[in-house]
């Protein structure tokens, strides 16, 4: 996903992103039992993918990538900000250009046969991985507008979101132990990053942090590991002019890690590109 960029960011920005896009569960180290009363607390405690502390996450991925805490209106968002990747649209930012926008396509095909977006999927084929907006305009702006107002759409969307992006950074962030926090870290720097191969995709962030921290699940602090998780995010978003203000992480994630709100628990206060959000 990638938020709306100002003119600057537009011509600085590459299409080095989210060139490959894989699931991190083939990815997963191996981690020790924990103990007894660490496995029962573990059994107790609340995950992102709690449905009260997911909405929360996606209010403040929005708040990031869309100056708003509803995420809901995006799914009628479609715009090419300038970045190499062709069209950016929906709740996740899905793009022409590298295949998650593809694949989104196929699925609402799969389900609602004959839909108004169904007809672009040879030229979506053709495009992906180029910037290139052949076989799509004029028109696919306006039919992924009118797709976004169908149930079947929204429901796709947030499938497609859940399957390659929350899904497996939650999945990881159990399995390192984190709390919600933690969890939702992960899952806002796949949302940016992806988990290619690429170094500054979401794997190899987290690989530069092992680097320096170990997380709960091998033994290490949580505090201490999640502080290296954003030194190694802040690292990967100054590689690319277009992620570059790293506020998303100074003036929001580190508030609460500050703060040792680890279960990000309302209320919740923070800063986006300058601009002050809350969550009561």
Not at 82 to 102: E, K, N, P, Q, V
């Amino acid at each position: 996903m990638v938020r709306i960029l100002n003119e600057a960011e537009r011509s600085a920005s590459g299409p080095s992103r989210r060139t490959l896009l894989t699931l991190l569960g083939a990815s997963l180290a191996a981690v020790p039992l924990w103990g007894a009363p660490h496995a029962s607390a573990a059994a107790r405690a609340v995950g992102l993918d709690d449905p009260a502390k997911k909405e929360i996450a996606m209010k403040l991925v929005s708040s990031a990538e869309n100056s708003s805490l509803d995420w809901k209106a995006q799914y009628k968002y479609i715009e090419d900000i300038g970045d190499g990747r062709g069209y950016t649209a929906g709740i996740i930012g899905f793009c022409s250009g590298t295949g998650d926008m593809l694949d989104l396509v196929e699925l609402y095909a799969d389900r609602k046969p004959g839909n108004v977006l169904a007809r672009y999927l040879p030229a979506l084929r053709r495009v992906n991985g180029t910037d290139s907006h052949n076989g799509l305009d004029p028109s696919f702006p306006a039919d992924w507008r009118t797709a976004a107002r169908d149930t079947v759409f929204q429901q796709a969307q947030n499938d497609e979101r859940d399957r390659v992006y929350f899904n497996p950074a939650v999945k990881q962030g159990k399995a390192d132990g984190l709390r919600v926090l933690g969890q939702f870290a992960y899952y806002d720097a796949i949302v940016m990053h992806g988990d290619g191969t690429d170094p500054t995709s979401f794997r190899n962030i987290r690989k530069r942090a092992l680097r320096s921290a170990k997380p709960p699940a091998q033994g290490g602090d949580e505090v201490a590991y999640l502080n290296a998780f954003l030194d190694a995010r802040v690292w990967a978003m100054k590689q690319e002019e277009a992620h570059s203000d790293t506020s998303r992480v100074d003036t929001a994630q580190r508030v609460f890690l500050r703060k040792g709100n680890l279960d990000l628990t309302p209320p919740l206060d923070w800063k986006v590109y300058g601009d002050s959000y809350h969550i009561g």
